[in-house]
């Protein structure tokens, strides 16, 4: 069964884009196809103009999945230090020229766990742990920084703050950003474009400008605004799961809390 068929999609680079749609249409595929963990059977694959293999290469692939994926053994500090010690392409880059990585234990305590670098993984929370692997991915500063549902396995508390903290960090070390999610308030608050698929096999079938000021809290947000966008990728969502699952939507209508799929 091919995951995805006719995809035309390019990414603005410092953009943030989130893909959103039904399970089982192909998104993690084509996060992975983008990582260079996954040779399409056609077309082509470019990453700031190159082919993925060689920007992963150059570490300017940076991936968050779904799970944190933290070695035992490790402190904190030494899962986030792990890129950095065991690449040496990073020194290559900072002598010529290129940004290189930034400060690990800084961008921890950005985060909120400089109390905590001492700690190993088994004594933090699943929400700690997810902002270690977050750390981890951009204290590499890659070009383009890959999320796949980061935060699907914490409570809507735990969410909330790492969507913060996660634009904190973009905004201060800039790259390119592609987030898989299945929440809808959680693509419009987060992206600067939204890109609904559809499947099988995946497709795009709409892509979404978000166009809301940033920052996107408090009384800076426009509600009015945030529901118009958000209605329209519900219907959008609404046609992709009938095309999904050969069926009408259910629970993707103001009730269902800007949530979609399994």
């Known amino acids: 069964m091919p995951a995805l068929a006719g995809v035309d999609l390019d990414v603005r680079q410092g953009s943030f884009t989130s893909l959103i749609g039904p399970s089982g249409c192909g998104k993690s595929t084509l996060l992975r196809a983008v990582a260079g963990l996954e040779e399409p059977d056609g077309g082509s694959v470019t990453v700031c103009g190159r082919p993925p293999s060689a920007a992963a290469a150059d570490k300017q692939v940076g991936l968050v999945p779904q799970t944190p994926a933290l070695l035992p053994w490790l402190t904190v500090r030494a899962n986030a230090e792990l890129p950095q010690r ?16 930034s400060d690990v234990v800084g961008v921890l305590r950005e985060v909120g766990l400089g109390a905590v670098l001492d700690a190993y993984p088994h004594e933090l929370s699943g929400g700690m742990q997810q902002r270690v692997a977050l750390a981890r991915a951009v204290a590499m500063r890659p ?59 995946g497709r795009v079938v709409d892509v979404v400008e978000v166009g809301l000021p940033r920052p996107r809290a408090g009384e800076h947000l426009d509600e009015r605004a945030l529901h118009a966008v958000e209605d329209r990728l519900r219907a959008e969502l609404s046609a992709a799961w009938a095309a999904t699952h050969g069926g009408p939507a259910a629970g993707t209508g103001p009730a269902a809390g800007g949530e979609l799929g399994a």
């Open 86 to 101: 065991v690449n040496r392409r990073a020194d290559r880059r900072r002598a010529a020229g290129a940004p290189g990585p």
């Open 143 to 201: 070009g383009v920084l890959l999320l796949d549902e980061p935060f699907s396995a914490v409570d809507e508390i735990t969410r909330e703050a790492l969507r913060r903290q996660l634009l904190a960090l973009w905004e201060h070390v800039p790259t390119t950003v592609l987030f898989v999610t299945h929440s809808v308030r959680e693509a419009v608050l987060l992206s600067d474009v939204v890109v609904v698929m559809a499947g099988p096999p």
